[in-house]
C-alpha cells in the first residue's frame, strides 16, 4: 500500500521553463511535507517544505503547493536550469505519534533540464 | 561541518553471508534513520534512533536486520544472514529535529548474490 505516489517517472523540460513536479498522497495524517533532490551516487539532499496548515511554500526558484482536499502536492521550478536535473522525490510524515520522525517517499520523478 | 559518513560506499556478499554497514551522524545530531531504496523504487524508512534509543522501528522487515547505536554516536546495521532481496542502496540520515533539516549520507550499495 503506497501511501505516497510520484506517478510521473520522468520529465524533460526545456532550460528557462517551468518545471512541474507532481505527487499525491493518501494518509490523511501527514501534516508535512518535503522535496528531497538526488543526484546519482549521492543521499537525496532536501529542497523545501510544506506544513498542512499552509497551502505555498516558496524559496527562490523553488515553490510547493499543497492542496489538501486533494491530497495532492506539486513542485514548481522556474527558470529550470540543466543543474536541476536529478531524480526528485516527495516525501511526508506526521509531527504527532510515535513515528513522528518517520517520512514516506513516493517513487521519484526523474527530471532532466535540456540547454 | 562533516556530513553524514557512510561504509562502506559498496559491499557484494554471497547470499548467507553476513554484512555490517556503518553510519556516523552529524556530530551533535541525536536523531538517527535508516532508510533503503530498493531497485529504484521508492526510499523505505526502516528505523528511528533517539540518542540510543529505538524510537520506531516499524520498518525493520524482519529479524535478519538489527540495528544498534551503542553511546548515543555512530550506528551500525548488521544483515545476517543476507538474502537476495535484501539488495539495495541503504541510506543513513541524522537531524537535530525530526522532520526538519533530515541531512542523508551518500548511502551503501549492498549487492547480494
Known amino acids: 500500500d503506497q501511501q505516497v505516489k510520484q506517478n510521473s517517472p520522468s520529465l524533460s523540460v526545456q532550460e528557462g521553463r517551468i518545471s512541474i513536479l507532481n505527487c499525491d498522497y493518501t494518509?490523511?495524517?501527514?501534516?508535512?511535507f518535503l522535496w528531497y533532490k538526488k543526484y546519482p551516487a549521492e543521499g537525496p539532499t532536501f529542497l523545501i517544505s510544506i506544513s498542512s496548515i499552509k497551502d505555498k511554500n516558496e524559496d527562490g526558484r523553488f515553490t510547493v503547493f499543497l492542496n489538501k482536499s486533494a491530497k495532492h502536492l506539486s513542485l514548481h521550478i522556474v527558470p529550470s536550469q540543466p543543474g536541476d536535473s536529478a531524480v526528485y522525490f516527495c516525501a511526508a510524515g506526521n509531527a504527532g505519534g510515535t513515528s513522528y520522525g518517520k517520512l514516506t517517499f513516493g517513487q521519484g520523478t526523474i527530471l532532466t533540464v535540456h540547454p | 561541518e562533516a556530513g553524514v559518513t557512510q561504509f562502506p560506499s559498496h559491499s557484494v556478499i554471497e547470499k548467507g553471508q553476513t554484512v555490517t554497514l556503518r553510519c556516523d551522524p552529524i556530530s551533535g545530531h541525536d536523531n538517527l534513520y535508516w532508510y533503503r531504496r530498493v531497485m529504484g523504487k521508492e526510499i523505505k524508512f526502516l528505523l528511528h534512533f533517539v540518542k540510543e534509543s529505538k524510537q520506531d522501528e516499524s520498518g525493520m522487515p524482519n529479524n535478519r536486520f538489527l540495528a544498534e547505536r551503542t553511546g548515543g554516536t555512530y550506528s551500525t546495521l548488521k544483515v545476517q544472514p543476507a538474502e537476495l532481496e535484501d539488495s539495495g542502496v541503504y541510506f543513513c540520515?541524522?537531524?537535530?529535529?525530526?522532520?526538519?533539516?533530515?541531512?542523508f549520507g551518500s548511502g551503501t550499495r549492498l549487492t547480494v548474490v
Open positions: 494518509n490523511s495524517m501527514f501534516d508535512y
Open positions: 540520515a541524522s537531524s537535530l529535529m525530526t522532520l526538519y533539516g533530515y541531512t
